[in-house]
């Protein structure tokens, strides 16, 4: 069974750039969450994505965006980049959301995105 | 507003020995999880274990086991006989049940084991 995939692994961007990051949960998950993790801030979370509706976003701003397909594959795009946003983005997937149950997620190994 | 708690920015254990990782949380959710989540420095986050607050035991897997304690609102990691592939940062995350709720993430404990 294959795990979360997002790609790429790396990315160098400048700042000023927009950058779009890819996520493509387990099979058979339909619900998608992107976190941003960052030695000073620690874990956060970006969004939350199911059946293609965004259902819950984090604190940041509106330059942070994101989609999901009908495959359940999710994007995020990070708009006029800046330095702070250098960051290892990681994507979870979970077989539902919202208040059905304590579903557990599971991670894709991050996108890791420098913006110089 | 949920808030989880990690103490201990690092811990050093002898390998074959236990360890314990702290964790309290904070929630108004009548009903939540608990997870416990291992980061190597590759980056991916791997699923340890799970408790629900409901549980009437404390979880187990294999070497992980949390100790649940409700009313000092604690869900500590304890891993029994440590291995040097243990060495990574975890982190304690809560999700509630009310609403679309989301993981809430501790800080995390880093952990170096040592032969």
């Known amino acids: 069974k294959a795990g979360v995939t997002q790609t790429p692994r790396y990315l160098i961007k400048t700042r000023g750039q927009q950058v779009t990051l890819s996520c493509s949960p387990i099979?058979?998950?339909?619900?998608v969450s992107w976190y941003q993790q960052t030695p000073g801030q620690g874990l956060q979370f970006l969004f939350e994505y199911f059946s293609e509706t965004q259902r819950n976003k984090g604190n940041f701003p509106g330059r942070f965006s994101g989609r999901q397909f009908s495959n359940s594959r999710s994007e995020m795009n990070v708009s006029t980049l800046e330095l702070g946003d250098s960051a290892l983005y990681l994507c979870?997937?979970?077989?539902?959301?919202?208040?059905?149950?304590?579903?557990?997620?599971?991670f894709g190994s991050g996108t890791r995105l420098t913006v110089v | 507003a949920q808030k989880i708690t990690q103490t201990q920015p690092g811990m050093f254990v002898q390998e074959k020995e236990a360890v314990t990782l702290d964790c309290t949380y904070d929630?108004?959710?009548?009903?939540?999880?608990l997870f416990w989540y291992k980061q190597p420095s590759s980056g991916e986050m791997i699923f340890l274990i799970y408790q629900g607050s409901y549980d009437q035991q404390n979880a187990t897997e294999g070497r992980y086991s949390l100790n649940f304690q409700k009313a000092r609102k604690s869900a500590n990691l304890v891993i029994s006989a440590s291995q040097l592939g243990d060495s990574a940062m975890y982190f304690c995350a809560m999700r509630g049940t009310s609403g679309y709720s989301t993981l809430t993430f501790g800080k995390g404990t880093m952990l170096l084991v040592s032969p």
């Open positions: 929630t108004s959710d009548p009903s939540y999880g």
């Open positions: 099979s058979g998950h339909r619900s």
């Open positions: 979870a997937s979970s077989l539902a959301a919202g208040p059905q149950g304590n579903y557990g997620y599971t």
